[in-house]
Nanobody
Framework: VPLVESGGGSVQAGGSLRLSCAAAGFTFSDYLVGWFRQAPGKEREGVASIDADGSTDYADSVSGRFTISQDNAKNTLYLQMNNLKPEDTGMYYC????????????????????????WGQGTQVTVSS
């Protein structure tokens, strides 16, 4: 499995969690990487992405509360989630797509694009009110 997520858990509203995603077999610096989530009965949606130049893209629902970052030396992606809300509950997935497949010099949350790359197995985040 090329991507392994960790850091999920159960927290109360207003709390924080930090998710991690470790890559094996490829280098994050050559990829657009991102976090997606899926709640029961809902479609998978983009949360945040970051490209090799550090450009980021956030879903409006998490902007200002979540921060995506990566440590290229550790080949690890992070998602710092603050002020969590019950609507943030879901399975969180890490994904990576080769930078060569990205149509422009910017980060994106295009699910179809990321479906051309690698996905992790997911980590559960549950936020209670």
């Amino acid at each position: 499995v090329p991507l392994v997520e960790s850091g999920g858990g159960s927290v109360q509203a207003g709390g924080s969690l930090r998710l991690s995603c470790a890559a094996a077999g490829f280098t994050f610096s050559d990829y657009l990487v991102g976090w997606f989530r899926q709640a029961p009965g809902k479609e998978r949606e983009g949360v945040a992405s970051i490209d090799a130049d550090g450009s980021t893209d956030y879903a409006d629902s998490v902007s200002g509360r979540f921060t995506i970052s990566q440590d290229n030396a550790k080949n690890t992606l992070y998602l710092q989630m603050n002020n969590l809300k019950p609507e943030d509950t879901g399975m969180y997935y890490c994904a990576a797509v080769e930078s060569a497949r990205v149509p422009g010099p910017w980060a994106t949350l295009d699910l179809g694009l990321f479906n051309l790359g690698h996905w992790g197995q997911g980590t559960q985040v549950t936020v209670s009110s």
